[in-house]
């Protein structure tokens, strides 16, 4: 099993839709989370942090279950500039943070 | 803009030889991580260097090394280049010691190996 998965998708949504992606990770001890977003032949760019009580940034909102080892991210009325990859992040602890990511879900918003 | 910058951004090489790519990370990080990316999947850990040791190592062969120097800038050596190491080379840099230590990536270095 990977340490992090995520549906590669493509999701192909409409302007103005809801679309809520989910990423599951495999070791308990890991301590921190974070969605990144990634445009074509670009690097990857933080879009924000995941808090143990969620958060939200504008039109987008980020959830942790500690519980079943998944986080989300929830982006509401979608725009076409949303499209993207957007990676799901997990610092596995134990002496040095180690960013891993998942392989990415891609996100088509169309007119 | 990250402050995170690679060098070169894009290289062609020839298998069997020898590269080595550059990271400045941004000010007042001490921790830079080097990551492999092929098209169509997520970032692959390659190592992580913490105040010029190495700090952890992912599933990759002897041939992939690395320094981090004294201002914390690094360097990603790779010998006798392989086909399958044609890829983006992407290079973190955070703060290792903070309660979320968020990784701010260059722009990358893009190798094909031909």
């Known amino acids: 099993r990977k340490e992090v998965e995520q549906d590669p998708g493509p999701f192909n949504v409409p302007e103005g839709a809801t679309v809520a992606f989910n990423c599951t990770y495999s070791?308990?001890?890991?301590?921190?989370f974070f969605w990144y977003r990634q445009d074509c032949r670009k690097e990857p760019k933080l879009l924000m942090s995941v808090y143990s009580s969620g958060n939200e940034d504008g039109r987008f909102t980020a959830q942790l279950n500690r519980a079943s080892q998944y986080i989300s991210l929830l982006i509401r009325d979608s725009k076409l500039s949303d499209s993207a990859t957007y990676l799901c992040v997990v610092n596995v602890a134990g002496g040095s943070y180690i960013p891993t990511f998942g392989r990415g879900t891609s996100l088509i918003v169309h007119p | 803009e990250t402050g995170v910058t690679q060098s070169p951004t894009h290289l062609i090489k020839t298998r069997g030889q020898q590269v080595t790519l550059r990271c400045s990370s941004q000010s007042g990080h001490n921790t830079v991580s080097w990551y492999q990316q092929a098209l169509g999947q997520g970032p692959q850990f390659i190592f992580q260097y913490y105040r010029e040791e190495e700090n952890g190592r992912g599933n990759f062969p002897p041939r992939f090394s690395g320094l981090q120097f004294p201002n914390y800038s690094s360097e990603l050596n790779v010998n006798a280049l392989e086909l399958d190491d044609s890829a983006l080379y992407l290079c973190a840099s955070s703060l290792l010691g903070q309660d979320l230590p968020e990784a701010f990536f260059g722009q990358g270095t893009r190798l094909t190996v031909v």
């Open positions: 070791n308990s001890a890991s301590q921190s």
